[in-house]
Structure formats: structure tokens, C-alpha cells
């Protein structure tokens, strides 16, 4: 009975953690940004109720309606300064700005209201009131009822009326419904106005049973973020279902825990438990076609400049040397936060993973370092190592559900996970002892001691050290085998794949790797005080290094030293302290910081001003004349042509292969063949199943039947191993990766599989090597004019082309065209003709075309099969068999009397 009471005790809390996901979801379902900074609308209506009604003394009525209105004034300008301008930004912009507006909101808060815990008289009534035996209060009741009433409006005003209509085509499409006359950007702003008012009324009622903490209110968003993405972002009852279970299961969870003396952290770690399993179990492993690849922050190439860097390194030095002790401290902080943000960089800029909890996987790695001091008697050296090797397989942990999570998923899986590492070991005090934190040994590294308390200017100097020798892994990283692996996942998922990246081992990597550096960083700073209170390593301090990283350029290796100056205790810190309590602002500071560096461009401070220098430069240049006239571009130079190697023949067979999604049959029981040193197409009206095959024939839809190279079943093998057999790809849309030079680009359908490169990249990554392959591909293509140029600067022909050589750079078997002339005019398509031929008739590659170009597949191909509604129209035929094929003619032309375009203008040379 008492488990039963505790649950029904749970419902208040839970209608509460539903209304702050109701709002979660409505954002999402009109702008498609899941919203962040919900806890901190949660916080501006809890501190208004307070000002009104216990500041101001105004009626509770007048108080309420002041809340959602101001709550609500504040999501609109949220849309209209910050995510309007952000529209055409990647979901990681959109994501990190609301992160940006939950710091600005807390540290304003903070700024006010300090930590104190501020309570108001409640208007609910607490009597006592027996509900089927349990005795619970009013007031818990009254919240369900509140909850339960929100959730029953929201489900039908956004299913019955005309605004959730137009809302619901808002979010399936906004130019669709902006032709019907509807502005998605009104939509949007009044959403996120309902949103955000909900979230103030939530924040007021919260007022009601518990007391105010800035902390404590915008961490209402962990729960209810968990229970909104249980409702899949969409479904209001869902997310109130979902999170009635989380406040009744941490109610009871709170209760067994006081009473049988269990694992603290339980009730916080349990909601996102659950929305982990939800994930791995729901997620796809391979992205679908409709998945968008926006615009990331730009990133470095990995080049070091020796001088700059060595000027770097001694100024550090300088200063560790010279100031006085309090300054090299807050310096050797800096230098260590820097570390941290550097691991962001890794697994953020670089794999283009965001994640949450990289401080609160470092603080874990100094956690065990800690207790093997404390407990084992472990040395400093050892047991820092050891503490490094820890959160490296924590590391792994959280990268492993990052192969079937992405994107704002992955966003609040990590989250999740850092909440619960937080609650469970972190401010456990069975743990971590007492307020006072656990002893740390004297630092010593081969004898020479280093105690930041004896000899800070010592462990300022290995800090520096130590921040120096990870930079330059990083670049190495970044110019390397590995790094471009990375920066391939980070770009396009599909196409890495196709190409024979193991994303789930290069995604893992980054997470290893990145929590290792974050290790290093995290017991660097914990290891300056003689006493580690591992409480203050908490999920919204994680929060901070992301976007302190992101204004300094989360790409870039000078943004990690830039971010590093954002936080309490850093060297700019220390400089505002001069000036009485003005470091207090400094959380501010970086909130702002961060919104005005993604309104402007979310490259980070670097890279805009990099590019402010350049813009100034030309204009100094043109007033001078000198930039008047470009001069000659060097021609390259002549290089002796390279004949192209025939490749392995192998010859592609498939049988009654069928694909379905749900019930619908996508294709049915196709059968096709493809041999050695000839081109087959493939041509089909729209929807005719064509890009779906060459995706069950490449291992990206799971299908049925049987797919054989030289008689070889390939059909139970992923994308990743198709493409190692000799079954390469392109792409309909290209699919390029924009990070990449055309020479790397390359270099990655080229580049050996071995895992060790993950290893020594770090220490020497070599220049770029291209196969055989790679070089003819580029010189028949001519690319190896554009080596160095990164593919958007490319005209839409060459990028087709840069396509269509990557895919044969590791030298396939079997190559299978998806439309490459989608867009060429009939002279570049002439010419990609004759290059099709080309690699059929001298490489001896088995070419499958798809291409709604007729001319070009019936001028270049040796035999065509024609597909209609998932099937096999006609089979493997002849061009001019399918010239002249009635039920092709009209498939295409509508009528038998008419005929298909002839093809002299196309015929390869």
C-alpha cells in the first residue's frame, strides 16, 4: 500500500514534467527544434509568480496571467531573435542556441536570485483526501487534474480546429503550406509563444509545492525532455502518459531508497534509462534518404603553422613563469578547460556528434583516479591514467547507442546519460564522502613534485605541456586517415558507408578518444585543490563547454583557447575580478556570446574574424589596384597519363529481390544481371522502385532474395562490407563530403581499412595517399586540376563527376550509378556518357545505371531492364528492343503511337 501511495503521490509531479513536455513537443511540432531551454521558461514563470505575488503582493489571478504572458513574450522573441534567423542553420545550431538561451535565463537567475531557495504562500489546498486506501494530499490531485485537462485541450485544438491543421502542414511542409497562403513563421512564433507559456504556468504550480532554486527549475527540463521524446516528439497523450510513469516511478524509486537505505541517484537516473533503451531498440542503424544533411560549422584542416604555435607556447610559459600565483592559477585553469573543450572539438566538430556529458565523463575518469588514491593507495601517475583509460570506456558506452541514434536523439541520449553518471556516482554521497570531497595524493610525475598548492607555476608548466601535445594529436588526427573518416561520418553516413567506413567504429573512436581528452582536462582542473567535491561537475556545466566550444569555433583548434575564457575561475575571470563582482557575469557573458556567434554564423569567433581579415585585406588590396585584374591561374602541370588497370571481374547477379516498407511493396522479386566490362541500365517513370533497388543492392533496406557477386551471397553483409566485397556507389543527390578537398575526398574511397591508422594518425598521419585507382579516376575525369578544392566552390557537373570518381577510387567490381547526370546540361552529359563507357570498357567494371536521361542510357548501355510499380517491366533487353517496346512507350510517353527520343546526338565517342 505504501509503494501505491508514493506512486499516486508521483502524479502531481508527473502532470507537471507533462505539461513542461507538452510544450517540448508543440515547439517541435511547428519548427522542428526540440527546445532546450524549456526549463528555463519553467524558471521565468516560477520567479514571476514570485515577484508578483510575494515581491508586489498582487492578486494570484493577476499573478497567473502575468506568468504565461511573460513566458509566453519570451518564446516569441526567442522565434523571432534567434530561430527565424536561424531557419536555414544544421539541427547542431538550432540545438546549441537554445542551450544558449537556457544559459542566458539561468545566469540571469543566478545573477538575481543568487542559490537561495525562495518559497511562495501555495493557493492549493493540502488537506489529506483517501484515494482507493492511500491517503495523498489535495494539492497532488489538483495537479493530475491540471495536467490531465492541458493535455485533453492541446490534443484537440491541434486535432480538431484550424490552427492545429495549419500547424500540422506547417510541420510536414512548410512550402507547401506557405502556397496555400499560410505564414510558417507566424505559425512557429505563436507555437512557440503556447509552448513557453505553458512552460510559465508550469514553473508557477511548481512554486506550489516546492521551493525556488535557479538549478532546481530549469533542471524540469531533463524529465519532461525524457517524456517528450517517449511521446516521439508528436503525441501529446504519449508524453503525458510517459510522464505520469516518470513521477510516479521516481516517487517510488525516492521512497525505497530512504527506506531500505538503496544506491542514491536512482529516481534521476531512471527516466533516461528508459528513453536509452527506447532508443537503441527504435533507432535506425543506417540514416534514411530523406535524412538532411545541413550545413556544419566549418572545420580546420589540421595544418599547424610551427611559428605562430611555438610564439604560443612560449608566451604560455612566460606567463606561468612570471605573473603571480593567483593569476597562474586562474591561467592553469584556463589551459585545462581548454583541454576539455578541445574533447568537444573531437567528438562534436569533428564527428559531428553532439554530446552532452563530456565534462561529466571527464569528472568520472578523475573520480576513479580519486578513489585509487584514496582507497587503493594507488600513485598520482597511475592512478591519473588509469582514471584517463576509465572514461575512455565510459567513452564507449555512450558512443554505442550513437549507431542508431542522431542528430537532437542523440542530443538527449547523451544528456541522459551524463544525468544519470551525475546522479548515481557523482553526488552520491556513499561515494564521493562529505561536503568536504575526496583527498587527492600530492601530484609527482618521475619524482618531481608538482602540487599546485606548493609549486603552481610547476603544474602550470605540464598543464601547458600537456594542452600543447593534444593539439597537435588533434591536427594529426585531422589530417589524417582517421580524421577523414570522421569528418566523412560527420558529413554523410550513407556515402561513408558506401565506401567501406565503419561509421559505428569511427563514431565510437570519436567518443573514446574525446573522453580520454576530456579526462585529462576535467582531473587536470579537479586536481588543483587538495580535495575534490566531484557535486559540482554537474550535466548544465557540461552544457556550458559545448557552446563556450561553439563560440570559439567547434572546428577549428583555436576554438577550444578562445572557449576556454568563458568560465568562472578562467584568466578573463580573474581580469573581471579587478573590478569588485563583475567575474560574477561571466556565465552571462557566455550565454550572449554564444546566441550573437550563431546569429552571425555558427563558424565561431575565429573563423569570422579570419574571414573579417580577409575581406579587409582584398579591399586594401583593391584600392591599391593590385586586386583589379586577377592574375593567371598556374595551369597545372602536365603529368604522364596513367593507364587504367582492369579490375577484379566479377559479375553481379540478383534474384526475386523485394523490398517492403510496412505493407507497402516497393519492388517485387527483380531479377538482374550485370557483367564484367559492360553497362546495364535500369530506367523506370518515378516511383518506379529504381533507387530503392540500388539500395537493397548495396545493403541500405533490409530486402529478401538473393544478391550474389561472382557467385558469392552478399545478402546477409552491411553496406560497410558490400563495398569491401567490390560493390561500390553513387548517389542521387551526390552526397559529397563538404569538410573534404577533392583530394580527400578521394582519399577516402582510397584510404586502407586497417583500424591501427586510428592510433598512429595521432602521432604521424602522413601525407594523402591515393590508390591507382583514385589517380586514373581523376585524370580521366580531369579533377586533378581541383586537388585542392573543397566541393561546394565546384561547378554541379564537376561535382557529379568527383562522385562518380570517389566511387571508383577503391577500384569496384561492380559499380551502380544513381542518376549521375541529374542535372547536367546535354554537353556534360555527353561527356559523362563517354566516361561511363570508358570505365566499362578499359577498367572492365560491371555498371548498373539508373537515369531518367533516355538519350544517355540508350546510347551508352549494352542491354537495359525497364521497371513499373516495383517490377520487372522488361527484362534485360537491348536499346533499340527498348526503343521501339510498346509497354515502355507508353510507361514513359503515355501512348503506344508515340516513340521514345532517338540518340544520335548522345552516341559516345
Given at each position: 500500500?505504501?509503494?501505491?501511495?508514493?506512486?499516486?503521490?508521483?502524479?502531481?509531479?508527473?502532470?507537471?514534467?507533462?505539461?513542461?513536455?507538452?510544450?517540448?513537443?508543440?515547439?517541435?511540432?511547428?519548427?522542428?527544434?526540440v527546445?532546450?531551454?524549456?526549463?528555463?521558461?519553467?524558471?521565468?514563470?516560477?520567479?514571476?509568480?514570485?515577484?508578483?505575488?510575494?515581491?508586489?503582493?498582487?492578486?494570484?489571478?493577476?499573478?497567473?496571467?502575468?506568468?504565461?504572458a511573460?513566458?509566453?513574450?519570451?518564446?516569441?522573441?526567442?522565434?523571432?531573435?534567434?530561430?527565424?534567423?536561424?531557419?536555414?542553420?544544421?539541427?547542431?545550431?538550432?540545438?546549441?542556441?537554445?542551450?544558449?538561451?537556457?544559459?542566458?535565463?539561468?545566469?540571469?537567475?543566478?545573477?538575481?536570485?543568487?542559490?537561495?531557495?525562495?518559497?511562495?504562500?501555495?493557493?492549493?489546498?493540502?488537506?489529506?483526501?483517501?484515494?482507493?486506501?492511500?491517503?495523498?494530499?489535495?494539492?497532488?490531485?489538483?495537479?493530475?487534474?491540471?495536467?490531465?485537462?492541458?493535455?485533453?485541450?492541446?490534443?484537440?485544438?491541434?486535432?480538431?480546429?484550424?490552427?492545429?491543421?495549419?500547424?500540422?502542414?506547417?510541420?510536414?511542409n512548410?512550402?507547401?503550406?506557405?502556397?496555400?497562403?499560410?505564414?510558417?513563421?507566424?505559425?512557429a512564433?505563436?507555437?512557440?509563444?503556447?509552448?513557453?507559456?505553458?512552460?510559465?504556468?508550469?514553473?508557477?504550480?511548481?512554486?506550489?509545492?516546492?521551493?525556488?532554486?535557479?538549478n532546481q527549475l530549469?533542471?524540469?527540463?531533463l524529465?519532461?525532455?525524457a517524456?517528450a521524446?517517449?511521446?516521439?516528439?508528436?503525441?501529446?497523450?504519449?508524453?503525458?502518459?510517459?510522464?505520469?510513469?516518470?513521477?510516479?516511478?521516481?516517487?517510488?524509486?525516492?521512497?525505497?531508497?530512504?527506506?531500505h537505505?538503496?544506491?542514491?541517484?536512482?529516481?534521476?537516473?531512471?527516466?533516461?534509462?528508459?528513453?536509452?533503451?527506447?532508443?537503441?531498440?527504435?533507432?535506425?542503424?543506417?540514416?534514411?534518404?530523406?535524412?538532411?544533411?545541413?550545413?556544419?560549422?566549418?572545420?580546420?584542416?589540421?595544418?599547424?603553422?610551427?611559428?605562430?604555435?611555438?610564439?604560443?607556447?612560449?608566451?604560455?610559459?612566460?606567463?606561468?613563469?612570471?605573473?603571480?600565483d593567483?593569476?597562474?592559477?586562474?591561467?592553469?585553469?584556463?589551459?585545462?578547460?581548454?583541454?576539455?573543450?578541445?574533447?568537444?572539438?573531437?567528438?562534436?566538430?569533428?564527428?559531428?556528434?553532439?554530446?552532452?556529458?563530456?565534462?561529466?565523463?571527464?569528472?568520472?575518469?578523475?573520480?576513479?583516479?580519486?578513489?585509487?588514491?584514496?582507497t587503493?593507495?594507488?600513485?598520482?601517475?597511475?592512478?591519473?591514467?588509469?582514471?584517463?583509460?576509465?572514461?575512455?570506456?565510459?567513452?564507449?558506452?555512450?558512443?554505442?547507442p550513437?549507431?542508431?541514434?542522431?542528430?537532437?536523439?542523440?542530443?538527449?541520449?547523451?544528456?541522459?546519460?551524463?544525468?544519470?553518471?551525475?546522479?548515481?556516482?557523482?553526488?552520491?554521497?556513499?561515494?564521493?564522502?562529505?561536503?568536504?570531497?575526496?583527498?587527492?595524493?600530492?601530484?609527482?610525475?618521475?619524482?618531481?613534485?608538482?602540487?599546485?598548492?606548493?609549486?603552481?607555476?610547476?603544474?602550470?608548466?605540464?598543464?601547458?605541456?600537456?594542452?600543447?601535445?593534444l593539439?597537435?594529436?588533434?591536427?594529426?588526427?585531422?589530417?589524417?586517415?582517421?580524421?577523414?573518416?570522421?569528418?566523412?561520418?560527420?558529413?554523410?553516413?550513407?556515402?561513408?558507408?558506401?565506401?567501406?567506413?565503419?561509421?559505428?567504429?569511427?563514431?565510437?573512436?570519436?567518443?573514446?578518444?574525446?573522453?580520454?581528452?576530456?579526462?585529462?582536462?576535467?582531473?587536470?582542473?579537479?586536481?588543483?585543490?587538495?580535495?575534490?567535491?566531484?557535486a559540482?561537475?554537474?550535466?548544465?556545466?557540461?552544457?556550458a563547454?559545448?557552446?563556450?566550444?561553439?563560440?570559439?569555433?567547434?572546428?577549428?583548434?583555436?576554438?577550444?583557447l578562445?572557449?576556454?575564457?568563458?568560465?568562472?575561475?578562467s584568466?578573463?575571470?580573474?581580469?573581471?575580478?579587478?573590478?569588485?563582482?563583475?567575474?560574477?557575469?561571466?556565465?552571462?557573458?557566455?550565454?550572449?556570446?554564444?546566441?550573437?556567434?550563431?546569429?552571425?554564423?555558427?563558424?565561431?569567433?575565429?573563423?569570422?574574424?579570419r574571414?573579417?581579415?580577409?575581406?579587409?585585406?582584398?579591399?586594401?588590396r583593391?584600392?591599391?589596384?593590385?586586386?583589379?585584374?586577377?592574375?593567371?591561374?598556374?595551369?597545372?602541370?602536365?603529368?604522364?597519363?596513367?593507364?587504367?588497370?582492369?579490375?577484379?571481374?566479377?559479375?553481379?547477379?540478383?534474384?526475386?529481390?523485394?523490398?517492403?516498407?510496412?505493407?507497402?511493396?516497393?519492388?517485387?522479386?527483380?531479377?538482374?544481371?550485370?557483367?564484367?566490362?559492360?553497362?546495364?541500365?535500369?530506367?523506370?517513370?518515378?516511383g518506379?522502385?529504381?533507387?530503392?533497388?540500388?539500395?537493397?543492392?548495396?545493403?541500405?533496406?533490409?530486402?529478401?532474395?538473393?544478391?550474389?557477386?561472382?557467385?558469392?551471397?552478399?545478402?546477409?553483409?552491411?553496406?560497410?562490407?558490400r563495398?569491401?566485397r567490390?560493390?561500390?556507389?553513387?548517389?542521387?543527390?551526390?552526397?559529397?563530403?563538404?569538410?573534404?578537398t577533392?583530394?580527400?575526398?578521394?582519399?577516402?574511397?582510397?584510404?586502407?581499412?586497417?583500424?591501427?591508422?586510428?592510433v598512429?594518425?595521432?602521432?604521424?598521419?602522413?601525407?594523402?595517399?591515393?590508390?591507382?585507382?583514385a589517380?586514373?579516376?581523376?585524370?580521366?575525369?580531369?579533377?586533378?586540376?581541383?586537388?585542392?578544392?573543397?566541393?561546394?566552390?565546384?561547378?554541379?557537373?564537376?561535382?557529379?563527376?568527383?562522385?562518380?570518381?570517389?566511387?571508383?577510387?577503391?577500384?569496384?567490381?561492380?559499380?551502380?550509378?544513381?542518376?549521375?547526370?541529374?542535372?547536367?546540361?546535354?554537353?556534360?552529359?555527353?561527356?559523362?556518357?563517354?566516361?561511363?563507357?570508358?570505365?566499362?570498357?578499359?577498367?572492365?567494371?560491371?555498371?548498373?545505371?539508373?537515369e531518367?536521361?533516355?538519350?544517355?542510357?540508350?546510347?551508352?548501355c549494352?542491354?537495359?531492364?525497364?521497371?513499373?510499380?516495383g517490377?520487372?517491366?522488361?527484362?534485360?533487353?537491348?536499346?533499340?528492343?527498348?526503343?521501339?517496346?510498346?509497354?515502355?512507350?507508353?510507361?514513359?510517353?503515355?501512348?503506344?503511337?508515340?516513340?521514345?527520343?532517338?540518340?544520335?546526338?548522345?552516341?559516345?565517342?
Amino acid at each position: 500500500m505504501e509503494i501505491f501511495r508514493f506512486a499516486l503521490l508521483g502524479l502531481g509531479i508527473g502532470a507537471l514534467y507533462a505539461m513542461c513536455a507538452q510544450g517540448i513537443v508543440l515547439i517541435y511540432r511547428a519548427s522542428g527544434v526540440v527546445n532546450f531551454a524549456q526549463g528555463a521558461f519553467v524558471l521565468v514563470g516560477g520567479y514571476t509568480y514570485y515577484e508578483l505575488t510575494t515581491v508586489h503582493m498582487q492578486p494570484t489571478a493577476v499573478a497567473l496571467v502575468g506568468v504565461v504572458a511573460l513566458a509566453a513574450a519570451v518564446g516569441v522573441l526567442t522565434h523571432f531573435l534567434l530561430m527565424r534567423p536561424l531557419r536555414n542553420s544544421s539541427p547542431l545550431a538550432r540545438t546549441v542556441a537554445t542551450l544558449g538561451v537556457l544559459s542566458l535565463l539561468q545566469s540571469i537567475a543566478v545573477l538575481r536570485y543568487k542559490h537561495s531557495l525562495l518559497g511562495v504562500e501555495t493557493i492549493l489546498p493540502r488537506d489529506a483526501v483517501d484515494v482507493f486506501g492511500a491517503t495523498i494530499t489535495q494539492d497532488r490531485i489538483i495537479l493530475f487534474g491540471i495536467g490531465a485537462v492541458v493535455t485533453l485541450l492541446l490534443w484537440a485544438v491541434y486535432r480538431f480546429t484550424k490552427f492545429g491543421q495549419i500547424t500540422a502542414a506547417v510541420s510536414e511542409n512548410e512550402q507547401a503550406a506557405a502556397s496555400m497562403g499560410h505564414s510558417p513563421d507566424l505559425i512557429a512564433a505563436l507555437n512557440w509563444g503556447v509552448g513557453a507559456g505553458l512552460a510559465g504556468l508550469t514553473g508557477a504550480l511548481i512554486a506550489q509545492i516546492t521551493f525556488l532554486e535557479p538549478n532546481q527549475l530549469t533542471a524540469l527540463v531533463l524529465p519532461a525532455l525524457a517524456a517528450a521524446l517517449l511521446g516521439g516528439f508528436s503525441s501529446y497523450p504519449l508524453a503525458f502518459v510517459a510522464a505520469l510513469g516518470i513521477g510516479s516511478a521516481q516517487s517510488v524509486l525516492t521512497m525505497q531508497v530512504a527506506e531500505h537505505d538503496w544506491w542514491t541517484g536512482w529516481p534521476q537516473a531512471l527516466p533516461f534509462l528508459a528513453v536509452i533503451c527506447y532508443l537503441v531498440l527504435r533507432g535506425r542503424g543506417i540514416p534514411q534518404r530523406s535524412h538532411i544533411f545541413d550545413r556544419l560549422p566549418k572545420v580546420g584542416t589540421g595544418k599547424i603553422r610551427i611559428i605562430p604555435t611555438l610564439v604560443l607556447f612560449v608566451v604560455a610559459l612566460a606567463i606561468a613563469l612570471v605573473l603571480s600565483d593567483t593569476w597562474v592559477i586562474a591561467f592553469t585553469a584556463t589551459v585545462t578547460m581548454a583541454i576539455v573543450c578541445l574533447s568537444v572539438l573531437v567528438v562534436t566538430g569533428y564527428a559531428g556528434q553532439l554530446s552532452l556529458a563530456q565534462y561529466v565523463i571527464g569528472a568520472m575518469g578523475a573520480f576513479v583516479a580519486a578513489k585509487l588514491m584514496e582507497t587503493q593507495g594507488t600513485p598520482f601517475a597511475p592512478a591519473f591514467l588509469l582514471g584517463v583509460v576509465s572514461a575512455m570506456l565510459i567513452g564507449a558506452v555512450l558512443g554505442a547507442p550513437a549507431l542508431r541514434t542522431r542528430g537532437v536523439n542523440l542530443a538527449v541520449t547523451t544528456l541522459g546519460l551524463g544525468v544519470t553518471m551525475y546522479a548515481l556516482f557523482l553526488s552520491n554521497t556513499k561515494l564521493v564522502g562529505s561536503i568536504d570531497g575526496i583527498p587527492i595524493k600530492s601530484p609527482s610525475i618521475l619524482g618531481i613534485d608538482i602540487a599546485p598548492g606548493d609549486h603552481p607555476r610547476r603544474y602550470a608548466v605540464v598543464a601547458i605541456v600537456a594542452l600543447l601535445l593534444l593539439v597537435l594529436a588533434v591536427a594529426n588526427l585531422r589530417r589524417g586517415v582517421a580524421g577523414r573518416r570522421l569528418l566523412a561520418v560527420r558529413s554523410n553516413e550513407r556515402a561513408a558507408l558506401a565506401l567501406g567506413v565503419s561509421v559505428y567504429t569511427a563514431k565510437l573512436y570519436a567518443f573514446m578518444l574525446s573522453a580520454g581528452i576530456a579526462a585529462v582536462g576535467v582531473s587536470a582542473l579537479a586536481f588543483m585543490n587538495d580535495r575534490v567535491v566531484f557535486a559540482r561537475f554537474d550535466v548544465f556545466s557540461s552544457i556550458a563547454f559545448v557552446t563556450a566550444t561553439v563560440v570559439g569555433g567547434v572546428g577549428m583548434l583555436v576554438g577550444p583557447l578562445i572557449g576556454s575564457t568563458l568560465f568562472d575561475n578562467s584568466i578573463l575571470s580573474r581580469f573581471l575580478s579587478q573590478w569588485g563582482t563583475a567575474d560574477e557575469y561571466m556565465p552571462l557573458i557566455g550565454a550572449i556570446s554564444v546566441l550573437l556567434v550563431l546569429v552571425m554564423g555558427s563558424d565561431g569567433i575565429f573563423e569570422q574574424n579570419r574571414q573579417l581579415g580577409v575581406a579587409v585585406r582584398n579591399k586594401l588590396r583593391a584600392r591599391r589596384g593590385a586586386a583589379e585584374v586577377p592574375g593567371p591561374i598556374a595551369a597545372a602541370p602536365e603529368r604522364e597519363r596513367v593507364k587504367a588497370e582492369p579490375v577484379v571481374a566479377r559479375t553481379l547477379t540478383v534474384r526475386d529481390l523485394t523490398v517492403r516498407f510496412g505493407g507497402v511493396v516497393a519492388v517485387s522479386e527483380m531479377n538482374l544481371t550485370v557483367r564484367p566490362g559492360t553497362v546495364h541500365g535500369l530506367i523506370g517513370p518515378n516511383g518506379a522502385g529504381k533507387t530503392t533497388f540500388i539500395d537493397a543492392v548495396t545493403g541500405f533496406v533490409k530486402s529478401t532474395g538473393s544478391v550474389e557477386v561472382e557467385g558469392v551471397e552478399v545478402s546477409r553483409l552491411g553496406a560497410r562490407k558490400r563495398a569491401r566485397r567490390g560493390v561500390a556507389r553513387s548517389f542521387q543527390s551526390g552526397e559529397l563530403f563538404d569538410d573534404l578537398t577533392v583530394r580527400e575526398n578521394l582519399a577516402v574511397g582510397s584510404d586502407e581499412s586497417s583500424w591501427h591508422r586510428y592510433v598512429t594518425d595521432l602521432f604521424w598521419p602522413g601525407p594523402v595517399k591515393l590508390s591507382p585507382a583514385a589517380i586514373v579516376a581523376a585524370q580521366e575525369f580531369d579533377l586533378d586540376r581541383d586537388w585542392d578544392q573543397l566541393p561546394e566552390s565546384l561547378p554541379f557537373g564537376r561535382r557529379r563527376l568527383v562522385a562518380i570518381a570517389r566511387a571508383v577510387a577503391s577500384a569496384p567490381s561492380v559499380l551502380l550509378l544513381d542518376e549521375p547526370a541529374s542535372g547536367l546540361d546535354d554537353d556534360e552529359a555527353r561527356e559523362l556518357a563517354h566516361l561511363i563507357r570508358r570505365l566499362a570498357d578499359d577498367w572492365g567494371i560491371a555498371i548498373l545505371l539508373v537515369e531518367h536521361n533516355l538519350e544517355m542510357v540508350l546510347s551508352v548501355c549494352d542491354e537495359i531492364t525497364v521497371m513499373a510499380q516495383g517490377k520487372e517491366l522488361l527484362a534485360a533487353s537491348p536499346p533499340d528492343v527498348v526503343r521501339t517496346h510498346p509497354a515502355v512507350i507508353e510507361a514513359y510517353v503515355g501512348t503506344a503511337e508515340d516513340s521514345l527520343p532517338g540518340t544520335a546526338d548522345l552516341t559516345p565517342a
